[in-house]
């Protein structure tokens, strides 16, 4: 049994879809001008990318691994040239003590085109890595601009919408 209320407003069932009608387009109105419809894909789109940078640079990573793998065997190569080098005149070891091994891997480092190569294939890796981890910042960045920008203009939808 429902009690008729003298103060409700009277609402003719007519007038009623009408106003449905008139409050969707006005919805639809505040959102246009409020502007976030465009950014949802794009918000939509960022979690994919995020997630197929990170495998990027994961496997990165794992090329500087073996970069810096293959750049430490050259290194051990050098090193037992020089314990194993002999000067011809004495047959004593050329380089007999630390400091003249150290100065003699440098020099051998500098002459061995190997070990060269090693080195460039780790400073390329990492400079991959350097970009591929730059670009996963600008992407999460972007999901974080994108999605405070949504949430701003929601809730100024709500006030606006009432």
Do not use: C, W
Request: no cysteine; net charge neutral; aromatic share 4%.
């Amino acid at each position: 049994m429902a009690i008729n209320d003298p103060f409700a407003p009277q609402v003719n069932p007519a007038l009623d879809q009408t106003g449905r009608v008139a409050e969707r387009m006005a919805r639809r109105q505040i959102d246009s001008e409020i502007g976030a419809a465009h950014l949802i894909p794009l918000v939509m789109n960022l979690p994919e990318q995020i997630a197929k940078a990170q495998i990027r640079l994961n496997e990165l990573r794992k090329n500087v691994s073996h970069a810096q793998g293959n750049l430490i065997t050259e290194e051990a190569i050098l090193g037992l040239q020089i314990a194993n080098d002999i000067d011809p005149k004495t047959g004593k070891p050329k380089y007999g003590n630390e400091a003249a091994r150290k100065a003699g891997q440098v020099l051998m480092q500098k002459d061995s085109q190997q070990y060269q190569e090693a080195l460039l294939a780790v400073q390329q890796a990492n400079d991959l890595v350097a970009a591929a981890e730059a670009d996963l910042a600008r992407l999460l960045n972007e999901f974080t601009a994108y999605s405070a920008v949504i949430k701003l203009q929601s809730s100024r939808l709500q006030l606006l919408a009432g």
